[in-house]
């Protein structure tokens, strides 16, 4: 009798465990096809002079607000094929970046006109720039303009986005002829 209840009790164990494993699998299949949930940005006020992609805090005393947070400056070689003269490297701006084009991948060749409006790349039907690969998440990354100036944003991608051969965590100033890598395709920002 005690041995039949053994029996039991691991074959119940057993089940579990494999249907621990079946959940976990389509856990994975489900935000590798559907991606993540991407949170909206919080709106700013009318009468801020650029979106940003960062939220402010507003304080409510009058005092002398804090200077605003900078994301890290991304660094970059000196010499390389993007500097300037003073040896670091020309951002892209929206007076020097006119144009993303696509330098590698299914689409290479193809141009886009960049807008002050945030482009998103990924897979979905709905992105901006829509890169169809296995290595593309649905929302993969973001291009925005910050105080005038072109950053990518990762948004949470399976597989990374590079930007000059260097993930990038968190927005990055993008500077001029700089690859960005998404899955098998890299563009740059142009003038």
Request: charged share 0%; net charge neutral.
């Given at each position: 009798m005690s041995g039949e209840l053994t029996l039991l009790l691991l074959r119940l164990a057993f089940l579990a465990l494999l249907w621990l494993f079946v959940f976990g699998i389509v856990?994975?299949?489900r935000s590798d096809l559907f991606g993540s949930r991407v949170q909206k940005l919080a709106a700013e006020p009318a009468h801020a002079p650029s979106a940003?992609?960062?939220p402010s805090n507003p304080s409510p005393n009058p005092s002398p607000s804090p200077p605003a947070r900078q994301p890290p400056p991304i660094s970059t070689l000196p010499g390389g094929p993007n500097t300037a003269q003073g040896g670091r490297a020309a951002k892209a701006t929206t007076s020097?970046?006119?144009r993303l084009v696509i330098t590698s991948g299914p689409k290479a060749g193809e141009e886009l006109r960049l807008s002050p409006e945030p482009?998103?790349?990924?897979r979905s039907g709905e992105s901006g720039l829509v890169i169809r690969d296995d290595y593309t998440s649905t929302h993969h990354a973001r291009l925005l303009l910050w105080n005038d100036e072109w950053m990518i944003q990762d948004l949470d991608s399976t597989n990374g986005t590079f930007l000059g051969g260097k993930r990038v965590s968190v927005p990055t100033q993008i500077p001029l002829n700089t690859p960005i890598r998404i899955g098998a395709t890299s563009f740059e920002l142009r003038r």
């Open positions: 856990y994975a299949l940003s992609p960062f020097s970046a006119g482009l998103t790349i990924g």
